[in-house]
């Protein structure tokens, strides 16, 4: 297998589709399957066959489309009819109306177009669209064809000037420039080079990188290719989380077949590139997303972060220059290699480039996977892409960031979503989670469950994050049982204001968020807890009588 | 005749060893000179029944453990104008909240004193203040200005704070204060 | 040797110091003490404790001093109005985070934690305590482990590992929950790799560890690591 041999491939399996008139693809990701994907996509299959339609209409299982709230999720081409809540007994239907009289089955069409409409999907370019378990499916749409680029055209300096051109900054949450780090690992002394692709994605109701390995597996691992001939590295490890089966089964199938083109190994491509890939599995702790824990924990020792320097890019991975990317990331770097830096650094805004990836929850009618140009709005994605808040409840915050963002009032929905205009305001991009609260949360009730899953997750290194966060937890149990004084609200000042400043890494550092701006947005509700022992949402003095106590 | 009125001062013993008070007094001939300058209003030390009104100085030492104590402590608070915290009782519990660590502390305490280690009769005490469910350092409970701690705290070190105090002076514990 | 030297301000001093140096030895070889816990000379560094912050003008951040290399020009603070803030409320959430008696401890008058609270003034604690009841293990022979005492520095696990090369002390759990094990979780009399050479009991900075019957007076040598690693470099002090 050689450079030209991909693209003989390409041509084959497009060939290959225009055969077919439709194509049914039934997202068989880990939302829809719990929900009976698999059964549907086996009706689908019997339909066709029932209809003598399968020589025109191919059937395909594919990753998310990002609905996840009206689960099974089928799309139809041509014209990307989206159809919801499918079930086995309403395929026939389906195929019946749509496929062989032509009719789409109206009734049944996902009902908010708006969801997409304000969408920019680079990254999720192919989610929905391919087979993950077909690497012939990624190759079709343009797949690999970076790599060939690189390989066959283009010099590793090359390479991260394009990147660095891209502007791209880092999707893991902090937002470190791309083609800065890679040029660090490049120049670093030290052989053999390392990379981590981080999908260690532990934040509580974010779920956009399981989707991204789930739904396009092969964009990562191109993505890691691209760096890997760029920086100099022999060898990867991809990090993920135990609690992701369908993506780890996914991913390893996905690196057999790269393996088997010989797109991965001791010839890529027959050009003398050597890269191979290996899968590491988290063994459920939040902070090994962590950059220098994860480190330790692909080590195989316990993973806690360490203090920098030295910093990876010098001494990561066994004392080795490492370069750790969020898979989010390496997924944009096959498109920036096809299009160019200057393309790429056009979406967006100016100092922040591109797309992000975001976890749409909470209460909101169309929760989901969404991906958005930088700069866009919450309010936007709140009420447009979200399309509000159900039931007729008042909107009352929206959390950016995941356990350790920010609560941001309606005051607030105008802004900008980008690195430095959620960190300006209190919250972090995070790995991409928008939770939207409605008046019947409390913010002090919210502040407390974000406190208590940090708690849980320290590592125990640091003082501020191990010792204080505890504390934290603690004044907020006084605070929703009604034995809280005036001066605690002093206190969790002081102490958030200490873990911030003092931790030693990002999650400790980033922990007092959620308490912090609420303090500055919601300062009202912690007052009203204090002083009138009320919870305007209803959420707290719900606890049993304490007995004796002050 | 005395020209100056005096600073009124008084001193509670909650839950603690009376250690305090003793280092209190180990103040031996410097004793002489604050009593120039204070009243003793209200004491362990003194045959006073109900703590006064409108007290300059409190020094409490023990911690809280039963409501009888909660609420002198409170009367305390209200008729004082600066309170203090008298060792490390007080400060932070000390071996008094060392039943903290049991559970059902409150329970556990009176088995483990009447029922467990008695010798004759093993009954609970009914007519004594209700336990507390966990002993609690005075801050807890009632706001405090100053703290001294040290189980117990040096002579010299209450003195100099009780000094700084009459003389209107913040005292600095920077090197001075001391646990255990 | 023609180490290349570097030359900085801290606390407005001028220094000069052969490069690689951290902040917390330059300070310390110009006379200049920067509060630390987990720190010990001879062993790797931790960054744990963050007694040692430091502020660098030009930088918003704080620095852990015992990690932090100087750099030529640095300008570094060591003392002001927050850091000792920031520095009691170390020593405040060190003192509630589990069952800290100094009146009924093996170690009062000897500890490093009781004499920072002493120094830096920490007349009381902002927050609740919180009464551990965590395992006493005393099965060894003559070593105790109190974990309730325990301020979780690591010194201990660091000179097992680093100088005695047994790797007996690890930590299991993480978070506030997180403990200092032998072995597997063991009993510390079972311990199959234990040595019994105390260097824990002697680095220990609390009362956590110390050596039953033995005042800990006697026993605290934590000069012990550094002593070892000199001489295992063939370096003798004049």
């Known amino acids: ?550 | 005749m005395e020209t100056v009125e005096k600073t009124r001062v008084a001193t509670i013993w909650l839950s603690g060893c009376s250690g305090c008070h003793m280092s209190f007094l180990d103040q031996d001939e410097l004793l002489i000179d604050l009593a120039k300058k204070i009243k003793l209003v209200y004491s362990p030390i003194a045959d006073v029944k109900v703590f006064p009104e409108n007290v300059d100085v409190t020094l409490i030492e023990g911690a809280v453990a039963n409501e009888e104590q909660l609420s002198l402590l409170k009367r305390a608070r209200e008729r004082t104008k600066i309170l203090i915290s008298l060792g490390d009782c007080a400060v932070t519990g000390n071996v008094t909240a060392l039943r903290n660590t049991w559970e059902n502390s409150d329970q556990a305490v009176l088995q483990r004193a009447y029922i467990e280690n008695a010798q004759v009769k093993q009954q609970i005490p009914t007519d004594v203040p209700k336990v507390l469910k966990k002993v609690h350092p005075l801050h807890e409970v009632v706001k405090v200005d100053y703290f001294i701690p040290g189980c117990p705290p040096s002579a010299a070190l209450i003195n100099y704070v009780v000094t700084e105090l009459l003389a209107g002076r913040t005292p600095n514990m920077e090197g001075r204060s001391k646990y255990g | 040797m023609t180490a290349t030297t570097v030359t900085l301000k801290i606390d407005g001093l001028e220094v000069t110091v052969p490069e690689g140096t951290t902040i917390l030895k330059a300070a310390k070889d110009n006379g200049i003490i920067i509060p630390t816990l987990c720190n010990l000379e001879g062993l790797s560094p931790y960054g744990g404790c963050r007694l040692c912050l430091v502020e660098i003008s030009g930088s918003p951040k704080l620095f852990p001093a015992c990690i932090t290399p100087v750099s030529s020009g640095m300008e570094v603070t060591t003392q002001s109005e927050r850091l000792t803030e920031y520095r009691k409320m170390a020593v405040q959430m060190l003192l509630a985070e589990r069952t800290h008696i100094c009146s009924v401890c093996v170690a009062n008058d000897h500890c490093e934690l009781q004499s920072l609270a002493n120094q830096l003034g920490v007349d009381h604690v902002l927050f609740e305590r919180n009464w551990t009841r965590l395992e006493i293990d005393s099965s060894h022979d003559f070593l105790v482990i109190d974990r309730n005492r325990c301020i979780l520095c690591t010194r201990c696990l660091r000179v097992c590992d680093e100088i005695e090369g047994v790797h007996t002390l690890d930590l299991k759990l993480r978070g506030k929950d997180a403990q200092v094990i032998m072995d597997l979780d063991e009993h510390w009399g079972n311990s199959c790799s234990c040595t019994s050479c105390r260097k824990c009991a002697k680095v220990c900075p609390v009362g956590a560890i110390y050596i039953e019957g033995e005042p800990v007076s006697h026993t605290k040598h934590k000069d012990i690591a550094e002593f070892i690693t000199e001489r295992r470099q063939r370096k003798w002090k004049q």
Request: hydrophobic share 40%; glycine share 10%.
């Open chain 1, 1 to 550: 297998m050689n450079l030209a041999d991909i693209q003989k491939i390409a041509e084959q399996e497009v060939d290959f589709e225009r055969a077919y008139k439709y194509r049914i693809n039934v997202c068989c990701s880990s939302g829809c399957v719990p929900l009976g994907a698999f059964k549907v996509l086996k009706a689908f299959e019997e339909a066709v066959k029932e209809f003598g339609v399968e020589k025109e209409c191919k059937v395909a299982k594919t990753g998310c489309v990002g609905t996840c709230s009206v689960g099974p999720a089928v799309i139809i081409e041509p014209g990307d009819y989206l159809y919801q809540n499918v079930t086995p007994e309403k395929v026939r239907e389906i195929v019946r109306d749509h496929i062989v009289l032509g009719l789409p089955v109206k009734s049944m069409l996902y009902g908010n177009p708006a969801f997409f409409k304000k969408q920019h999907r680079l990254v999720l370019r192919n989610a929905g669209k391919i087979d993950p378990s077909r690497i012939q499916d990624y190759i079709a749409m343009g797949g690999y064809s970076a790599i060939v680029k690189c390989l066959a055209t283009m010099t590793p300096q090359g390479i991260i000037y394009e990147v660095a051109t891209s502007k791209l900054r880092g999707r893991g949450g902090a937002g470190f420039p791309t083609g800065q780090k890679w040029s660090l690992v490049a120049r670093a002394h030290g052989k053999p080079k390392y990379i981590v692709a981080n999908l260690d994605e532990g934040d509580p109701g974010v779920f956009a990188n399981r989707t991204l390995a789930e739904a396009d597996p092969h964009a990562i691992l191109e993505g890691m290719l691209i760096a890997a001939y760029a920086i100099g590295a022999e060898k990867g490890y991809l990090y993920i989380r135990s609690e992701y089966p369908l993506a780890i089964q996914t991913l390893q199938k996905a690196i057999a077949q790269a393996k088997s083109l010989s797109l991965l190994g001791d010839n890529v491509l027959e050009t003398g590139f050597k890269f191979d890939v290996e899968l590491r599995f988290g063994a459920g702790a939040f902070v090994a997303g962590e950059e220098t824990a994860i480190l330790a924990s692909v080590e195989g020792r316990r993973a806690m972060p360490r203090p920098r320097p030295p910093y990876p890019a010098n001494s990561g991975l066994w004392g080795k220059p490492t370069l750790i990317q969020n898979v989010e990331t390496l997924a944009n770097i096959p498109i920036i290699i096809q299009n160019g830096g200057a393309w790429f650094s056009k979406i967006g805004t100016p100092r922040c480039t591109g797309t992000k990836c975001f976890s749409l929850t909470g209460k909101t009618n169309n929760p989901g996977l969404i991906e958005v140009p930088m700069g866009i709005t919450l309010r936007e994605v709140v009420f447009d892409i979200g399309g509000g808040v159900p039931e007729g409840r008042k909107f009352k915050a929206v959390l950016v960031g995941g356990p350790s963002g920010g609560c941001l009032p309606d005051a607030l929905l105008d802004l900008p979503i980008d690195y430095d205009s959620l960190t300006r305001v209190g919250a972090i991009m995070g790995s991409g989670g928008i939770v939207v609260l409605d008046d019947h949360s409390c913010m002090v009730d919210t502040a407390k469950f974000f406190t208590e899953f940090c708690v849980d997750e320290s590592c125990g290194r640091c003082t501020p994050c191990r010792a204080g966060l505890i504390r934290v937890k603690e004044v907020f149990d006084n605070l929703t049982q009604g034995n809280a004084r005036m001066e605690d609200i002093t206190t969790l000042e002081k102490a958030s204001s200490y873990i911030r400043d003092a931790s030693l890494c990002g999650l400790g550092q980033t922990a007092p968020n959620p308490v912090l701006t609420t303090l500055r947005y919601f300062r009202d509700e912690y007052v009203e807890h204090i002083r009138d022992k009320t919870c305007r949402a209803g959420k707290c003095f719900k606890k049993e009588e304490r007995g004796a106590t002050p």
